[in-house]
């Protein structure tokens, strides 16, 4: 890896104890491919110690602390958690990055050419509908079947980091074709979110959204860059979202693509500008600042926004959502419980079995018939490593299980306890002691149970699935 430089000028490039001893290693660390995914390690590592530690109830209560926000008497966000406020508000920054990630797939990427897109595009397909046909069959009829949604993401920053471990051993060309693939991945868990987790929708307010997306295309295609216009309509945009029942990430979607993704400047004027620094007997101030302003305008508004807002993603809010939504509590007779929800065992199925045999055969079925052709440097071991890390769900999983899961109705529900492989042990109030000892509701979901058994909630339940097949994936896909 390159030795990253820094200026003496600069405190971080100084000789002081701090800058050699802390900023200046924390730096590279920061510069390091599989760090974001270590800060997530850590933050998930943080949420199960606090929660499972003897100040355990301090991680609830502070998690469920109420957050209201209003601008002159109108309401913006009232009435919800600090975890909502991290998933709805927070989270829809990071939905903002991977718009700008996919757009810039589409326009300058490996997702420009249909023929290189064909074969991550395929295989992302078998790594959604593979997983989640196997959740679904798993869990239906239980109070897990609304969670079919989980199993069919990807979680970039874990797998590139676990990929990035790999060092020499994996060609860049592979590094891409996991990228890409994930990247299709999360379009399809963004189209999942927005039609199926998305409730109540309002038509007023979704109009309304409709018309200010159309108002920053329009100022887009007048070339206006004024960068503080589009914050306002972005945030006035995420709020309308919010209020219109679609969940608010898809806001943060909906503005990265619409973000422009192709430079003001081409590179022949690039070029030239460069020469005419290099070529000039003598340089000025001035004339570093002229050619770094036009060099600057070859970099596209999106490309911009994701250098910046990239770090801030990965080494801020991921970390604080893993914060939020990992704790799980983890003792001995909540994880055998776990351990015989059908739940569970969907999402590892799912997300292990499911990810790995789906994208390798829907990848083995496209470059069969031609639609796709596969990298000459992917042997079938490859092909077949990347898919079982493809299975590290952890952010968006946990993310769609808060959606399915985490509602006050489901914090109700508890898991269903397993007295031998697909079949489960209903509790159930004998006919002889009448209706009002229990009763069976139906909610329009999915069968319950309103007798209180031993173990945790469907969520938790989910949660340990989620960490069980991130880890089991990780390591398998290291292994392979």
């Known amino acids: 890896m390159q030795e990253t430089k820094f200026s003496d000028l600069t405190f971080i490039g100084g000789e002081s104890v701090f800058a050699r001893f802390f900023a200046r290693p924390f730096k590279r660390f920061l510069a390091v491919e599989a760090a974001g995914g270590v800060m997530l390690l850590i933050a998930t590592a943080i949420a199960l110690i606090w929660v499972n530690s003897p100040w355990g109830d301090s991680y609830d209560a502070f998690w469920s602390a109420p957050v209201n926000l209003s601008v002159n008497g109108i309401e913006i966000f009232d009435g919800h958690s600090l975890t909502d406020f991290v998933n709805d508000a927070l989270m829809a920054l990071f939905f903002f990055v991977v718009g700008l990630e996919i757009k810039r797939e589409l326009v300058d990427g490996q997702l420009q050419n249909m023929k290189d897109a064909a074969l991550p595009a395929f295989a992302a397909m078998g790594g959604m509908v593979v997983p989640a046909a196997l959740f679904f069959i798993i869990n239906k009829g239980g109070p897990g079947q609304d969670g079919w949604g989980i199993p069919m993401a990807t979680d970039i920053a874990f797998a590139v980091g676990i990929v990035s471990l790999l060092g020499d051993r994996i060609s860049r060309r592979l590094k891409v074709f996991l990228l890409s693939l994930a990247i299709v991945d999360d379009i399809g868990a963004i189209i999942v979110i927005a039609l199926f987790y998305s409730s109540g929708i309002s038509a007023a307010w979704l109009l309304a959204t409709t018309a200010l997306l159309a108002l920053i295309f329009v100022l887009g295609r007048l070339r206006v860059w004024w960068i503080p216009i589009y914050v306002?309509?972005?945030?006035?945009?995420w709020w309308t979202t919010f209020r219109s029942g679609i969940h608010a990430t898809i806001a943060g979607v909906a503005l990265g693509l619409l973000t422009p993704a192709r430079p003001l400047q081409n590179e022949d004027e690039t070029r030239a500008i460069a020469r005419w620094l290099r070529d000039k007997p003598e340089v000025f101030p001035v004339d570093v600042r002229y050619a770094s302003f036009h060099i600057r305008?070859?970099?596209?508004?999106?490309?911009?926004?994701?250098?910046?807002?990239?770090?801030?993603?990965?080494?801020?809010?991921?970390?604080?959502?893993?914060?939020?939504?990992?704790?799980?509590?983890?003792?001995?007779?909540?994880?055998a419980d776990a351990l015989q929800a059908r739940v569970t065992w969907g999402i590892i199925i799912g997300l292990v079995v499911g990810k790995t045999v789906g994208i390798t055969v829907f990848s083995l079925i496209a470059t069969k018939l031609g639609i796709a052709k596969r990298p000459a440097s992917m042997t079938l071991r490859n092909l077949v490593g990347l898919a079982m890390i493809a299975g590290i769900g952890f952010t968006v999983s946990l993310f769609v299980n808060g959606l399915a899961f985490g509602d006050a109705e489901h914090h109700d529900e508890v898991a269903l306890v397993a007295e031998a492989p697909g079949e489960l042990a209903f509790t159930e109030a004998d006919d002889s002691h009448g209706d009002d000892d229990s009763h069976a509701e139906d909610d329009g979901h999915s069968e319950t149970v309103s007798a209180p058994v031993e173990g945790g909630t469907v969520e938790d339940n989910a949660k340990i699935g989620i960490l069980f097949a991130s880890v089991i994936a990780s390591v398998g896909g290291l292994l392979i």
């Open 297 to 335: 305008e070859s970099m596209s508004v999106a490309e911009r926004l994701e250098t910046v807002l990239h770090p801030i993603t990965s080494y801020a809010i991921i970390p604080i959502f893993a914060l939020a939504n990992a704790g799980v509590r983890m003792d001995g007779g909540i994880i």
């Open 232 to 237: 306002v309509l972005g945030s006035i945009v």
